[in-house]
């Protein structure tokens, strides 16, 4: 009879209570942060019973915990981990041997970590942007010096009033697109490299993101037309810039750029030969090493490159001894962007001579790649050989002549 009458009076108690514990919940919603310090953070037998209880508990605390502890890492409760340690963990990433399930399976999808990957990264955060910074920074230096030596080279005699056709509209078409599509790789590629400690404490991580992203879209697609253009100048000025004898005296007389006069040239004189082939040398090697970039998997070049040098003996007569020849697609990479990066910092020091040379540097030369054509005057004392044949040219077959005539 009193365990009857005390079920019913708990009975009505809990009837009672429940819903009021029902709005109380509801009304406290947002819960008030739970005190766990008691567990160290982990779940309180409070929250247990609640589970059981069929409440919803806020689980937020136990998801978002990996088992850390931030201020003594490897500590404390087991984590998301298990039994593993986290030791254990990163050695098998490290030596490819971790269970990565991954729906990807490219090639060396299993390599997350390479050991020659910190080597590379140093040498281009350090030595590579200081060297060639010191590098541009250095031939902007010389020009600007030569510029206040030399002033700009004039054309001494009486000028004609009389032009010559230097290059032709596919000619010139040729050259702007190698020159524009080249100073848009080299400010891309400069940006790329230099971004971090250039641009981000100027203006910012915000700033910068768009910026590194558009670089490497303009980098990437505007690279064919500047392959293009290499093999364009390479067919039509190939044969004007193989090296004959007037290139021995030009060079000994270093170009007549100190003294009266200039010594004889054909159509380039051996400078601008000069130039032309480290354009095509550098733009070559630097295409090559930016597609492997592009393909590393289908296009890999340094593995291949250290046998030839291996069979050569080349490295061991230097003291390298023999180059390894097992490269990962990673290893493959670095190699070729610090191959990429060197060879385009020599090529973008080359081009600053030129750009002068071909600008303020020496009065009337523009006008070859503006027009087309150049004062006589001009002519005569650059390119004297040249001029003769083309008025010889011209005197064999008179302006307007046909075949018929
Ligand atoms: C925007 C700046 C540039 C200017 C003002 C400029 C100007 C010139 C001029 C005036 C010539 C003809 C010289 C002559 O009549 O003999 C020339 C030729 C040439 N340019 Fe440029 N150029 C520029 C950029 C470039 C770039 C970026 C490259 C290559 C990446 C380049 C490659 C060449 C080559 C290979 C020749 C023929 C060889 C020579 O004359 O040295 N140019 N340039």
Known sequence: MLRRFLTLILTIQLLAVAPAAVSAQEADAPAQPVDRSATGGAQTLEDILARQRGEV?????????????????NVGALGTLGGASDPEL??????????????????????????????????????????GAYLLGGTLLLLALFYLIRGRIRIDGEKTGRTITRFQAVERFGHWLLAGSFLLLAATGLLTLFGRVAIIPLLGHEAFAPMAVASKWVHNNVSWAFMVALVMIFVMWVVHNLPDRTDINWLLKGGGIFTKGHPPAKKFNAGQKLIFWSVIVFGASISASGLSLLFPFELPMFALTFEKLNALGLPQLVGLGELNTVLAPHEEMQYAQLWHSIMSFVLIAIIFAHIYIGSIGMEGASDAMTSGEVEEQWAREHHSLWVDEVKAKETQAPKGATPAE
């Open 57 to 73: 508990v806020d689980d937020t605390f136990r998801r978002e915990d990996d088992g850390r502890d931030a201020t003594m890492p």
């Open 90 to 131: 990163w050695r098998a990433l490290r030596y490819d041997s971790a269970n990565i399930s991954s729906t990807a399976r490219g090639p060396a999808a299993t390599t997350l970590m390479q050991d020659g990957g910190m080597w590379w990264l140093e040498f281009r955060q350090g030595p590579l942007r200081e060297y």
